[in-house]
């Protein structure tokens, strides 16, 4: 009896040690790899700032929009949500169908559906015909939009057209995405801006711009790391414009727009001292200044984890719309929205507004603006005719930004 009892206490002994083990192994693997991603994000970081994550390349051979005689410039920037927005009747029937980060459960499209999403965007920018193209949030091999690489397939569409060059920055590079709410992974990710001309791009240079403090190192691994992407066209022998496509941070809670906003003037300034003219803009996930809602929107799926005050983004912005010629007018902006001597509803004035400034909205309506172009050079066009071509579908949860310029 007591041998039997001693091979009993053995045996429970054996198990605890085996389960023990198997905890203590699986808790210091864990250790073992937090400690490598915690690591790497300092690596990560060195990494943005190499080469590889800047593309350049050629669309076309062919040098014939180079011309002497130029008036006027049409530019375009647009936030195509990697081809893969999902369609606005599937938007206003609920969220499920949505993607993670804006409140559904979608993880990914499927590489067809992204495909012809791509293809009807293409066929409006075509429209469109703008001389040169900001794009932000075009994927690379990304799995959320497909998996096949939405650069070159843009450029090959664009083969006998009048474009020449391109280039290409990430933002987003990373193998995997932990979506913790849906205790799934999205999987491989490379998101960047990309600008498109056609006259001969030089100089194309990816900077980086601030890096979120707000978070923690494991969380930065995974985040986005912005930049601003640059380069010059040369349209005639002493006119010489630079160009800045960016997409700034969206749901920083310090100071990160700031920095990154100050990042951007500094570029643009020092540009304008060597006697460039300049444009400009993209996504700046900030409304402008006059803006009521500031807060809490109702289409926003972030209201449960944290609340987004604009109010000192718009100080922020300010600069840039006090210094340059924008989309945006801020006395229009202001009496559309505050004339209290008009007769019109609070219903249809919210309506008019969302009209005429709205670029972006996730639930059927492009109910507030993020996204701007700004310049030195003299504003022409704001091509609100082109816009309008494109509200009647849902391409992405923005609308682009077009406007054309004057040549001194």
Not at 79 to 90: E, G, H, L, V, W
Request: proline share 2%; net charge positive.
């Amino acid at each position: 009896m007591i041998i039997l009892n001693l091979v009993t206490d053995l045996k429970k002994l054996s198990n605890n040690f085996f389960k023990n083990y198997t905890t203590l192994s699986i808790f210091i693997i864990f250790l073992l790899l937090l400690f490598i991603i915690i690591l790497k994000t300092n690596i990560i970081r060195k990494n943005f700032k190499k080469k590889s994550n800047l593309k350049i390349g050629v669309i076309n051979n062919s040098n014939k929009n180079k011309e002497n005689n130029l008036k006027k410039i049409k530019v375009m920037s647009y936030n195509i949500q990697f081809a893969s927005a999902i369609d606005k009747n599937n938007l206003l029937k609920g969220t499920k169908d949505m993607y993670w980060y804006d409140g559904g459960e979608r993880i990914s499209m499927n590489k067809d559906k992204s495909i012809k999403k791509f293809d009807d965007i293409i066929n409006y920018i075509k429209k469109v015909n703008p001389d040169v193209i900001f794009l932000q949030e075009i994927c690379k091999w990304s799995s959320r939009s497909g998996g096949y690489d939405q650069v070159e397939y843009l450029v090959n569409s664009l083969k006998n057209t009048d474009y020449i060059n391109y280039c290409y920055a990430s933002i987003h590079k990373v193998k995997f995405i932990p979506v913790l709410k849906l205790n799934k992974l999205d999987g491989k990710v490379d998101m960047g801006n990309m600008i498109i001309s056609k006259y001969p791009i030089t100089n194309p240079i990816r900077h980086q711009l601030a890096i979120r403090k707000d978070t923690t190192r494991l969380q930065r691994f995974f985040d986005l790391k912005r930049n601003a992407l640059t380069c010059d066209i040369n349209l005639r022998k002493k006119n010489k414009i630079f160009l800045l496509n960016t997409h700034i941070s969206a749901f920083s809670l310090d100071n990160t727009k700031k920095w990154q906003m100050n990042k951007i003037h500094n570029l643009v300034m020092q540009n304008i001292s060597k006697g460039k003219n300049v444009i400009f803009g993209g996504d700046l996930n900030t409304v402008p200044p006059g803006t009521l809602k500031t807060v809490g929107y109702p289409d926003s799926s972030h209201i449960d984890d944290f609340i987004i005050d604009e109010t000192l983004s718009m100080d922020w912005i300010q600069t840039f719309i006090l210094d340059f010629e924008s989309d945006y007018d801020i006395d229009r902006y202001k009496s559309v929205r505050f004339n209290s001597d008009s007769n019109i509803s609070e219903k249809k004035l919210s309506k008019l507004h969302e009209h005429e400034f709205g670029t972006h909205g996730i639930r059927g309506k492009y109910n507030r603006k993020v996204d701007y172009l700004f310049s030195n050079l003299k504003i022409k066009d704001y091509h609100k005719k082109d816009i309008g071509l494109i509200k009647k579908g849902w391409l992405s949860d923005h609308l682009p930004v077009i406007i054309s310029y004057e040549l001194n």
